[in-house]
């Protein structure tokens, strides 16, 4: 009989085996979780994406007429003989594609619907909004409150919440903005192209060759300044894009709770008057505020005879993040409310394109961490709505009744009618 080997040697052998197996295994979940951590959007599956604009809601009005019986926006629309217009790019396959956790629906209507009949046409825009979450319920969850965004997400439903987006909309009346404030509106865009009779827009900084436009004397007028309190009081965001630079420096100043930029870019790299100067920007630290980039080619390039890329709006982010800190940037896209969408970003869909391009930092670019691009994602702007809620119940304690500071009658235009003129003129018997 030959001599074989000893049976200790072959224990020391399964048992050396065994341990490379079980290396092998961990040497490979390590290496696959290395390239999901260098995967910037898998993030978008731990927190929500809450994208501060989309105004799908005014393409129903046009396309539509606010009629949801045959509208059909659980399919894609890309090809869809009506949907497939130039601003058109949205629809629910698509934000699941581009994993959107939360999104603001703009309430928009045409400035001139001011001193008219702005306040019917934007109670229409808040209506069908509900109405396309109602009948979207497995997909869309209609929210009011920085909780109920995580809760949607959570629901795997995309938390759905209104931003009014335009001044003209309330018709210079804080029972207006109380009211909407009721059915569901968590922000207001102090103006849009159009001064309203107390507040700024941003064409009055339309200067030629970039420069920074002198501060004028206009802004907020002392019932603009009530009214941003008054929404402070109300737990609604404060929204600065389409406002004019001396608005913003006077909301800024006003305001008790932080404001947000609902979809502006950067004034240093596209010198457009909706853009945000760098020294806003700066003002966010102390403010708490947000600014949630647009992604509109005429705002992130502004050579007209160049169509933007996904690079332009990467450039954005990291500007906005430098001057203003990564606890104060976010996404604000600007989707359905444009024509012309950069390459890479066409539609709702491409998002993770977007966080998987910022996680691939190039040389000179901010590093983004996890944890960044998560704030960069959703947490900024959520961190910014519970503040707002802060201020408000703080208010609340302090038993800060309704303001009640009224406009002149004839700033209110052709509706100049109120409860002081019903006074003089009424008779009695």
């Known amino acids: 009989m030959g001599r074989g080997i000893p049976r200790a040697w072959l224990i020391a052998g399964g048992v050396l085996l065994g341990a490379l197996v079980i290396l092998a295994i961990v040497l490979a979940a390590t290496l696959g979780g290395s390239e999901e951590e260098l995967t910037g959007s898998a993030i978008l599956d731990e927190v929500p994406l809450v994208d501060g604009h989309n105004d799908v809601a005014y393409n129903l009005k046009v396309l539509m007429h606010n009629q949801l019986e045959n509208f059909t926006f659980d399919r894609n629309l890309s090809a869809d003989p009506v949907w497939s217009c130039s601003s058109c790019f949205t629809d629910l396959q698509r934000l699941r594609a581009g994993r959107v956790g939360a999104q603001f629906w703009a309430a928009y209507v045409s400035c001139v619907s001011q001193y008219k009949d702005a306040v019917e046409q934007t109670m229409e825009q808040i209506d069908v909004i509900k109405r396309l979450v109602d009948k979207y319920a497995n997909d869309m969850e209609f929210v009011t409150t920085a909780d109920g965004i995580t809760k949607a997400f959570q629901n795997k439903r995309i938390g759905s919440l209104i931003g009014v987006e335009g001044g003209h909309s309330i018709d210079s009346r804080l029972a207006v903005l109380r009211l909407m404030y009721d059915v569901g509106v968590r922000y207001l865009t102090l103006t849009h192209t159009c001064n309203t009779p107390w507040a700024e ?222 006074l003089n003129n009424s008779s009695s018997g």
């Open 201 to 422: 827009a941003s064409p009055a900084d339309n200067t030629t060759g970039g420069n920074l436009p002198v501060a004028t004397e206009r802004g907020l007028t002392d019932f603009g300044k009530t009214l941003v309190l008054e929404m402070n009081r109300l737990g609604m965001m404060v929204d600065l894009s389409h406002v004019s630079y001396r608005t913003m420096l006077d909301a800024i100043n006003i305001t008790k709770a932080p404001v947000i930029f609902s979809h502006s870019s950067a004034y240093a790299l596209c010198n457009h008057h909706r853009n945000v100067r760098d020294d806003v920007l700066g003002m966010m630290k102390e403010n708490g505020g947000i600014v949630m980039v647009n992604f509109y080619s005429g705002f992130v390039q502004c050579n007209e005879t160049v169509n933007a890329t996904i690079e332009d709006v990467v450039a954005h982010i990291n500007h906005v993040r430098v001057q203003a800190g990564v606890d104060h940037v976010g996404i604000g896209a600007d989707y359905d409310g444009v024509e012309r969408m950069p390459a890479g970003l066409e539609d709702v869909s491409k998002y993770p394109h977007l966080f998987d391009r910022l996680a691939a930092a190039r040389p000179g670019e901010p590093k983004w961490t996890r944890e960044d691009l998560k704030k960069l994602a959703g947490l900024n702007l959520i961190r910014v709505f519970k503040q707002v809620e802060k201020v408000r119940d703080g208010m609340a304690l302090g038993v800060r009744p309704p303001y009640e500071k009224l406009l002149p009658i004839q700033a209110l235009g052709n509706n100049n009618t109120d409860c002081r003129t019903d």
